[in-house]
């Protein structure tokens, strides 16, 4: 409803009212605005001083593990079995029969002479291969009694020739010997070998080589006897 300006002066009233109106906006605008400073004053007044100061910081302890032992496991001793061995049969070799001379005979006294060369062969001629040669060991030059039954001797054998192998000079009581006195090879210049040897009776040894061709010299020392 809009009132006129007439209305406002007959009634006398409309502009001390607005004045009113305005007076108690201003009022109520200022008494508000007042306020509120009041109320923000105090909440800074009443604000811990200390409350936007930078803060101590806690020291949180830290946990170290504890390392706990790993179990190692002992290990069981395997059990290696220890092996058989096998047997093996090691061929036992058929013994060669090396034949014996004629045994002195028992009770028999030995008697010794100075050592004496008995026999020469250059004094006669070279023992040739494969031929039987009777060589007398009693009586002159070394004095050996004809009651002797074996002679103590060293036979030396050199000026070897012709050898188509290993040789073996062999001695005995009768021919073709078969006892190998001396062994050498085909290279050899001179070997000997010395021993006890029976007679036979006439105070005789036989002795023969083979050597598969050839000769050789040979002497015979005495140093003693059995009878």
Not at 191 to 202: E, V
Request: charged residues 15%.
């Amino acid at each position: 409803m809009r009132v006129s300006y007439a209305d406002s002066d007959t009634y006398g009233y409309a502009d001390d009212h607005t004045d009113h109106g305005n007076e108690y906006a201003y009022a109520n605008s200022d008494e508000h605005a007042d306020e509120h400073s009041d109320h923000h004053a105090d909440e800074h007044s009443n604000a811990d001083p200390d409350a936007h100061t930078d803060e101590t910081p806690t020291n949180t302890p830290t946990i170290t593990p504890t390392n706990t032992p790993t179990r190692t496991p002992t290990p069981t001793p395997t059990n290696t079995p220890t092996p058989t061995p096998t047997r093996t049969n090691t061929p036992t070799g058929t013994p060669t029969n090396t034949p014996t001379p004629t045994p002195i005979s028992p009770g028999s006294d030995f008697y010794t002479v100075a050592p004496c060369r008995q026999y020469d062969s250059r004094d006669s001629a070279a023992l040739p291969d494969n031929t039987n040669r009777s060589v007398t060991l009693i009586g002159a030059p070394c004095g050996v009694p004809p009651t002797a039954v074996a002679v103590s001797v060293n036979i030396t054998v050199f000026s070897i020739t012709g050898a188509g192998g290993n040789a073996v000079f062999q001695v005995g009581t009768a021919n073709n010997p078969t006892f190998a006195w001396i062994n050498y090879p085909p290279s050899e210049t001179q070997r000997g070998n010395a021993g006890f040897l029976p007679l036979n009776g006439s105070g005789q040894i036989v002795v023969k080589l083979n050597q598969g061709g050839g000769s050789i010299n040979f002497v015979v020392d005495g140093n003693g006897y059995f009878q």
